[in-house]
């Protein structure tokens, strides 16, 4: 089972910055926390990872608290585009598979 | 190299009949990963590959299921006498090992068993 907790959908105006958070309440020191996202009809896509310090990419932003326990993952700039369900998972170093939750589905309106 | 690639995209059966679906991973990954998703749900662990060794098998692939890695390259998953409750997207992912959960995923199989 999923050990992350997510909303199960959330609504975000286009152009305005999306905030997706997860709880990972059962983390472990070894495990870093994963986003993908999925788009209707398609396999999910690897957006961004970490372990304790926040990072950026071309794609998006996560915020990990300093406990570990939440994480956000920010779109800076939602698109039409961007609407799909996003999933964030907690995967240890060296693991033999991800473990998906339900996600989020966000919805970027118009 | 264009990514994970899977054939068909849409498979309709009668039930009964068996299906092979075809995953060509990333051409320098090792590791090859069987998920299954059904409506509303996120995918679901079923088998992966290190090479052509199958190394881990999900107790939801059921003695119907059998995946095989030939020669270290492309899958095949095989779903024999397909029942209705197998309707779902089958999807197909590779990495590389030592690259932790950076998966690249194929767009996925759809069965529909009638």
């Known amino acids: 089972d999923a050990k992350t907790t997510q909303p199960p959908s959330m609504d975000c105006a286009e152009g305005r910055a999306a905030n997706l958070p997860c709880n990972h309440s059962t983390i472990s020191g070894n495990e870093y926390v994963y986003w993908y996202r999925q788009i209707h009809s398609q396999g999910p896509q690897y957006i961004i990872h970490g372990l304790k310090n926040n990072e950026t990419n071309e794609m998006a932003s996560l915020i990990i608290t300093e406990d570990r326990k939440s994480s956000t993952l920010i779109l800076p700039h939602a698109t039409l585009r961007d609407t799909a369900v996003y999933y964030c998972?907690?995967?240890?170093?060296?693991?033999?598979?991800?473990?998906f939750g339900k996600g989020t589905h966000l919805i970027i309106q118009p | 190299d264009t990514g994970v690639s899977q054939n068909p995209r849409h498979k309709i059966t009668k039930r009964g009949q068996n299906v092979t679906f075809r995953c060509d991973p990333i051409s320098e990954h090792n590791r090859l990963y069987w998920y299954r998703q059904t409506l509303g749900q996120g995918p679901e662990f079923l088998t992966y590959?290190?090479?052509?060794?199958?190394?881990?098998k999900s107790r939801l692939l059921s003695d119907r299921f059998s995946a095989e890695r030939p020669k270290g390259s492309f899958s095949t998953l095989e779903i024999q006498r397909t029942e209705q409750g197998d309707s779902a997207m089958y999807l197909c992912a590779s990495s590389q090992r030592g690259t932790g959960g950076g998966y690249t995923f194929g767009s996925g199989t759809r069965l529909t068993v009638v």
């Open positions: 998972i907690d995967v240890a170093g060296g693991a033999d598979g991800l473990t």
């Open positions: 590959f290190q090479n052509e060794a199958q190394l881990e």
